[in-house]
């Protein structure tokens, strides 16, 4: 099984930007796919963004963040970034790291590992 552990979440304004990082461990090698989700409370699960690692990999992203956040390979082989600008109130929420063996399966939420997710806060 893939651990993953997300990190760079906090407090920020509106217009900030912000990066925040997801380390996997573990069988790695199974995570083809890595994704972004983030929950509000009160609100369902949305998904935010997913890239598969292997060579020439697809990038995927919700519409809700589309042209402000990119996702994209960490310096060390086990990190996935997203990085966030513009930020909005409306991105407040908690952001979790995902791993799947396909990038459709990111997409669809069939999920093998979450991690354990980070705060994001977005003041107006």
């Known amino acids: 099984q893939v651990h993953l552990v997300e990190s760079g979440g906090g407090l920020v304004q509106a217009g900030d930007s912000l990066r925040l990082s997801c380390t996997a461990s573990g069988r790695t090698l199974s995570a083809v796919a890595i994704g972004w989700f983030r929950q509000a409370p009160g609100k369902e699960r949305e998904f935010v963004a997913a890239?598969?690692?292997?060579?020439?990999?697809?990038?995927y992203y919700g519409d809700s963040v589309k042209g402000r956040f990119t996702i994209s390979p960490g310096n060390a082989m086990n990190v996935i970034n997203l990085q966030m600008n513009s930020l909005k109130p409306e991105d407040t929420a908690t952001y979790y790291c995902a791993a799947a063996a396909t990038i459709a399966s990111v997409q669809s939420a069939d999920i093998d590992s979450w991690g354990q997710g980070t705060q994001v806060t977005v003041s107006s």
């Open positions: 890239m598969s690692r292997t060579t020439g990999g697809l990038i």
